[in-house]
């Protein structure tokens, strides 16, 4: 669960690829490795093909947007999937998302919780920043043992995910 805790909630502020993978394609689970938007192999649970079309190339533009566009346009992205846009598998996966992530929530140590909310409710320009220094924290271990090896799993699944990638 602490796994899922982390992975989850450090990744509150945006809607991840790997979640949205796993929306389009009905799994939770780990899937064998697959060819990425850049023709790498994502070993990560990212079945990038599955995707609705409409879909991938929304999460390709992010790339290329500065942090304040990325924001907005991950916003959209989520309106565009609660309102059935990249059709009804992605959308029932939206819909259930945040009775997922508070019950998430409810599982994280006090601590995690309200520096999470402090980073959330943080300034557009600061909230990046923010939940980077959370994310580093959980890595140290300032939220226990647990949160840290979540945080660790979490981390080598994005490094191996996309080599290179910081932040």
């Given amino acids: 669960m602490a796994a899922q805790a982390v992975a989850g909630i450090l990744a509150a502020a945006a809607i991840g690829g790997g979640s949205l993978v796993a929306a389009a394609t009905g799994s939770g689970s780990e899937p064998a490795p697959t060819t990425g938007p850049t ?9 990038w093909e599955r995707l609705p079309e409409d879909l991938r190339g929304d999460l390709r533009a992010l790339e290329e947007m500065s942090p304040a566009e990325r924001a907005a346009a991950v916003r959209q992205i989520r309106e ?4 059935g846009d990249y ?13 997922r992530r ?14 999470l909310k402090a980073a959330l409710e943080a300034e557009d320009g600061d909230r990046r920043d923010a939940l980077l220094a959370v994310r580093e924290a959980a890595l140290s271990g300032e939220y226990g ?15 191996t995910c996309r080599p290179g990638a910081s932040g």
């Fill in 145 to 159: 043992d647990r949160v840290r090896q979540a945080a660790e799993r979490r981390q080598e699944r994005r490094e």
């Fill in 102 to 115: 508070d019950r998430i929530r409810r599982h994280l140590p006090e601590d995690l919780r309200d520096d």
């Fill in 39 to 47: 023709g790498s192999t994502v070993p990560c649970g990212a079945v």
């Fill in 80 to 83: 565009d999937a609660l309102a």
């Fill in 87 to 99: 059709g009804s598998t992605v959308q029932q996966f939206a819909e259930r998302r945040d009775e």
